[in-house]
């Protein structure tokens, strides 16, 4: 037996929502797993390995072999949630295939042990605008309407999660904190109402972009430029190096004014929010591909997948960040 899960890529913080923000994109990855009873000759790679024994240990079930395939198109070490793409499938598929022994909520703790921070994991799993309280796992949810499109764009260079961490300071001013409290609500609030003009000058950060800004040159001149051409406003997509901005009008001129002030070479996308989020699209027992969310309850989603919008080219040599073998094709 094999099945596929559908992942969406996420964008996080939003500015000022430091680990507690997130929205499902889409953009997707395509992890396919398969049942498999001759051993395996070699060990997958770590981030697939990590996923796996993790899985088998919360659900306390002898492991079985599996071979594995990832496709898609959500880029790497881009700050758009790659890292949990994979090990949400994995972790999801495995899951399936063992019976779906562990709820979607055991799933989502344990995919956020795995990535040491739980915003990407609600998006992707969750679709939508999620806010997530990571020390108790609280979560509230919103569609996000098909009007609201996020301009990305997305540079060649990499920028690594742990490394983006380092360059933050242990503390930070009160009047820093107390602005970022008020731009957070006002992003929930425009979410929650779905009156994006609340988003206006909703984004401005104190506590992480400021100091990565010389991780991503030319952040706040892209930002910038986005604003000046139409868009609501921008933000560094989770700790980069994608930069991201939004609109409900033209996006066009908002992309090329980012791309202009970039500087930089790079690529730009203009994507709606996903609001279904991580689901199975095919297995093995059916002739027809599928789609089965997985999040429990629709929370008033769109039942109908855009699954029209993806496209599956095989993953370049790409490592998540990891010190490890490469993930396109099939693992063995």
């Known amino acids: ?22 929205v499902a994109l889409q953009i997707w990855n ?23 024994r993790s899985f088998f240990s919360r659900a306390g079930m002898a492991r079985f072999d599996f071979q594995w395939h990832l496709e898609g198109n959500v880029p790497v ?46 998006a992707a799993l969750n679709g939508g605008f ?23 764009f997305i540079p060649d260079f990499e920028v690594i999660t742990a490394e983006a961490r380092k360059v ?33 000058t909703a984004f401005e950060d104190r506590l992480h972009q400021p100091y990565r800004e010389p991780l991503v040159p030319n952040l706040r001149r892209i930002i910038e430029a986005g604003q000046r051409a139409g868009a609501l406003g921008g933000f560094l997509s989770g700790s980069g190096s994608t930069v991201a901005c939004l609109t ?9 004014a980012m791309q202009a002030a970039a500087g930089t070479t790079g690529r730009t996308m203009v994507v709606p929010a996903d609001n279904v989020g991580a689901s199975i699209v095919e297995t093995a027992q059916s002739s027809k591909t599928s789609m089965q969310h997985l999040r429990e309850g629709k929370h008033g989603c769109s039942d109908t997948p855009l699954l029209h919008h993806f496209t599956t080219p095989p993953l370049e040599n790409q490592d998540h960040g990891e010190d490890d073998s490469k993930f396109a094709g099939r693992q063995k």
């Open 30 to 52: 395509r992890t396919r797993i398969s049942r498999t009873d001759q051993p395996m000759p070699s060990q997958h790679p770590p981030i697939v390995e990590d996923a796996a």
């Open 77 to 122: 070490a881009r700050g758009l949630g790659s890292s949990v793409a994979l090990r949400l499938g994995v972790v999801l598929a495995l899951n399936r295939l063992a019976g779906d022994i562990l709820p979607n909520t055991e799933v989502g703790k344990l995919c956020d042990q795995l990535e040491g921070h739980s915003d990407n994991t609600a």
């Open 1 to 22: 037996m094999e099945v596929t899960i559908q992942v969406p890529a996420s964008t996080t913080n939003l500015g000022p929502g430091f680990d507690c923000l997130g």
């Open 168 to 200: 933050l300071p242990p503390s930070y001013p009160r009047s820093d904190i107390v602005e970022n409290l008020a731009n957070v609500a006002s992003i929930a609030a425009a979410f929650a109402t779905q009156d994006y003009d609340l988003l206006r």
């Open 130 to 152: 999620v806010i997530v309280n990571p020390r108790t796992n609280r979560l509230q949810r919103f569609d996000v309407s098909p009007d609201l499109r996020f301009v990305l």
């Open 248 to 256: 409900t009008g033209n996006a066009e001129p908002i992309s090329e």
